[in-house]
């Protein structure tokens, strides 16, 4: 090799004059990936470190309640209903006499569970039968998308006020479980548009041509490259989820007493607005903070994710 050259081999890895190891094939192939590319985006998004430090934030308080709020949550004493927030208690008193910031701070673990229980469900089985549907087309597709639309057809907020009113005692299992199975329909068809796209490309059609079987199809070339959306959709939907549990125990049918949720605070606060509206602003504001993150999160994950927005 001439002397002047830039570059050399040493011990079979390319290097330059000086010693410095070049990058290979697959380092590169690396480095321009979907996924470090869309990292390399979120680092330099100011709203992805906002929303993530509040879901962060929220996360904490859901497993250590106690380390920012001391005063039981159920603990309530009639001769301060309805006190106003002072010195030793930020939020107040609700109508009962219990701490309104304590009982904002515990809700926050029963929200978060019914959204991760949701959004984990809603994921593994939406993006089950949705890939499948996409993958195998022909009768499988017909019958699953003929499944989906009759759920579509069903209003999540009337078929939870049915459902749930016919089941005794309220849990974050039951309320999860609803909505799991009217919550799926939507990302099985996102995740059916995204399967079929990802069938077409050169590489999966290589693949089937070199043998390769319907499982590592599916979990090697196709599912990697289907997930994109799914992410996206999962992390709004998680906030979404938070919100219609809310919903649902402010009508009544969703998680009962004695559970701390925001929905059953803001039920029981909104009968007193007038006469004490702190009980009814920092709940709805705890649940507004949330729902927001969420949806912030998943707007910056879907700009980095999609490469038409570069």
Not at 51 to 60: G, K, T, Y
Request: glycine content about 10%; overall charge neutral; charged content about 15%.
């Amino acid at each position: 090799m001439p002397e002047n050259t830039d570059a050399a081999i040493l011990d079979g890895v390319p290097t330059t004059q000086d010693g410095t190891a070049l990058p290979t094939p697959e380092a590169r192939d690396k480095a321009r990936s979907l996924w470090n590319d869309a990292w390399y985006d979120l680092r330099r998004n100011p709203v992805f470190y906002i929303s993530s430090l509040v879901i962060l934030f929220l996360v904490f308080i859901s497993i250590w309640p106690g380390a920012i709020a001391h005063a039981d949550p159920l603990q309530c004493d009639l001769i301060n209903s309805q006190n106003g927030p002072s010195g030793g208690h930020w939020f107040g008193y609700d109508q009962q006499g219990c701490d309104v910031y304590s009982r904002t701070v515990h809700g926050a673990r029963n929200s978060v569970e019914v959204g991760l229980l949701s959004t984990v469900g809603v994921a593994v089985l939406g993006s089950v039968l949705g890939g499948l549907a996409g993958y195998f087309g022909g009768w499988l597709d017909a019958i699953l998308s003929r499944l989906s639309d009759i759920f579509f057809g069903i209003p999540i907020l009337l078929g939870g006020v049915v459902f749930l009113s016919a089941v005794k005692g309220g849990s974050v299992t039951t309320v999860s479980t609803f909505i799991i199975l009217l919550g799926w329909p939507q990302l099985a068809r996102i995740a059916r548009g995204a399967v079929i796209t990802a069938k077409e490309q050169d590489y999966v059609l290589a693949a089937k041509a070199l043998g390769a079987g319907h499982t590592r199809m599916l979990l090697r070339h196709i599912g990697p490259n289907a997930l994109a959306p799914i992410i996206v959709w999962s992390t709004i939907a998680l906030g979404t989820f938070i919100s219609l549990e809310a919903t649902l125990s402010f009508l009544g049918v969703g998680l009962k007493p004695p559970a701390v949720s925001w929905g059953i605070d803001i039920s029981a606060a909104s009968e007193q607005i007038r006469n004490a509206p702190h009980m009814l602003l920092f709940p709805a504001g705890a649940l507004s903070i949330t729902v927001l993150a969420f949806i912030l999160l998943g707007d910056a994950v879907r700009d980095a994710l999609d490469p038409k927005l570069r």
